[in-house]
């Protein structure tokens, strides 16, 4: 599955640390082991709330044109990139909002939902983090307006288990309500009710996305760093901090798989960004950013390395054909695919990436479908706790988010 370009004794010289997390993560002794409960989720997830989403999820896909998903963070990020990875197989469009402050936006937001049936998705933990309570009240107040009473059907809350604003406010309403686990933070929840009702209702198989995430939890439950390829990832990108690489670029060559990036950022920007530490994550679009930030990874300061998320089978498959006058000079590609071009143009890159000097790691992927797309996404949970372990920080809290709250709170007057 992946490639490091760095010699197995250098990664050796990590597996005593490694078994020290190991057994960390699988005893549930590391700091924020609290917040665990994604470990085993594969195989320990609620079979009756499972069943309940997709039973939702067809009752969406029968009554509505719209569902707005209202979430910020791992509330929203990891369903979206999920869909438009695998995209939107059902009729109903997905917009999501509750990410941002922005006036323009929401009114956008609106704009498309006018003269529509609309369901809304809310979730939020607690129910007071600001953006999407906010839009919540908004667009609460206008499904309220448009279907009175029988709003209360269309409105389905995504919550804590027992308390909280929005778990009060959902009892109350009559809402149907899914749970947010408490052993599992919100860039970890892809693979709960977080991430699968919307998931779900874009007709998308969250069966075989559970059964690629298992075979996943089975894989790298494996101690031996040259074995269990999450482990060599992860102590693969501790031997380049060490090294002065500060910046991971995270490279994709399908234009579906931004979001993907995006949810990779916050899971491990917000999982190791602390104590002064951390890889910062960054990400490209290629080849279209090779004609902006493509200097830069190849001839500017050596800070960083780069990882490489290939497909290796495209099942689009578009023949390129001859041209009789060959009026562009392109003949001489004519009976390949558009993906073998891809595919050329990435492995060009890559070596002159690394011939520029800037390290690489490569992540293949069999195919883009739900199986390995949640084998993937567990597989950058697992290296993501081992990486912020062997890091020195614990990956499951985020201290510094509240910092800009309590400022934004008091600039805002609120007392209490």
Same mark, same amino acid.
């Given at each position: 599955m992946i490639k490091t370009f760095i010699d197995d004794?250098?990664?050796? *010289?990590?597996?005593?640390? !490694?078994s020290e997390v190991h057994k960390k993560i699988n005893d549930k002794t590391g700091e924020g082991s609290e917040f665990l409960g994604w470990v085993d989720l594969p195989i320990n997830y609620d079979r009756e709330e499972f069943e309940r989403i997709k039973l939702v999820a067809?009752?969406?896909? *029968?009554n509505?044109?719209?569902? !707005?998903?209202?979430?910020?963070?791992?509330?929203?990020?990891?369903?979206k990139a999920v869909i438009e990875a695998l995209g939107n197989d059902s009729k109903v469009k997905i917009l999501f909002a509750g990410n941002n402050l922005s006036s323009k936006y929401l009114k956008n937001i609106l704009k498309q939902i006018e003269g529509k049936e609309v369901s809304l998705n809310v979730i939020s933990k607690s129910g007071t983090t600001t953006e999407p309570a906010l839009v919540f009240r908004v667009l609460r107040e206008w499904m309220e307006n448009k279907y009175g009473q029988k709003a209360n059907e269309r409105i389905y809350a995504t919550t804590d288990k027992e308390k909280g604003v929005l778990k009060n406010l959902a009892t109350k309403k009559g809402y149907e309500t899914f749970v947010v686990p408490n052993d599992i933070g919100g860039r970890y929840s892809v693979l709960t009710a977080v991430g699968l009702l919307p998931i779900a209702v874009a007709g998308i198989n969250i069966d075989e996305l559970m059964n690629g995430a298992k075979q996943a939890m089975i894989n790298f439950d494996e101690e031996n760093i040259l074995k269990n390829e999450a482990y060599k990832y992860a102590a693969a990108r501790n031997i380049y901090y060490n090294s002065g690489k500060l910046v991971e670029i995270l490279a994709n060559y399908e234009p579906s798989l931004h979001y993907l990036s995006e949810w990779w950022k916050q899971l491990f920007g917000e999982s190791e960004g602390k104590n002064k530490k951390g890889i910062f994550p960054a990400s490209v679009d290629l080849t279209t950013d090779l004609h902006s930030m493509g200097q830069f990874i190849q001839d500017g300061n050596?800070?960083? $390395?780069?990882? !490489?998320?290939?497909?290796e089978e495209d099942k689009e498959n578009l023949v390129i054909n001859e041209e009789e006058n060959d009026s562009d000079g392109l003949n001489f590609l004519a009976g390949n695919t558009l993906d073998f071009v891809n595919k050329k143009a990435m492995e060009g890159t890559i070596q002159a990436h690394i011939d520029g000097g800037t390290s690489n790691i490569i992540i293949n992927l069999p195919r883009l479908d739900e199986y390995n797309l949640g084998y993937?996404?567990?597989?950058?949970?697992?290296?993501?706790?081992?990486?912020?372990?062997?890091?020195?920080? *614990?990956? $499951?809290?985020?201290?510094?988010?509240?910092?800009?709250?309590?400022?934004?709170?008091?600039?805002?007057?609120?007392?209490?």
């Open positions: 004794k250098d990664l050796l *010289n990590w597996q005593e640390k !490694v067809e009752k969406i896909k *029968n509505s044109q719209i569902l !707005v998903v209202i979430g910020i963070g791992g509330s929203y990020l990891g369903s050596r800070i960083l $390395f780069e990882t !490489v998320l290939n497909i993937l996404l567990y597989f950058w949970q697992k290296a993501c706790a081992m990486s912020g372990y062997l890091l020195g920080v *614990n990956p $499951f809290d985020q201290p510094g988010v509240e910092v800009y709250k309590k400022n934004m709170f008091k600039l805002l007057g609120k007392t209490s």
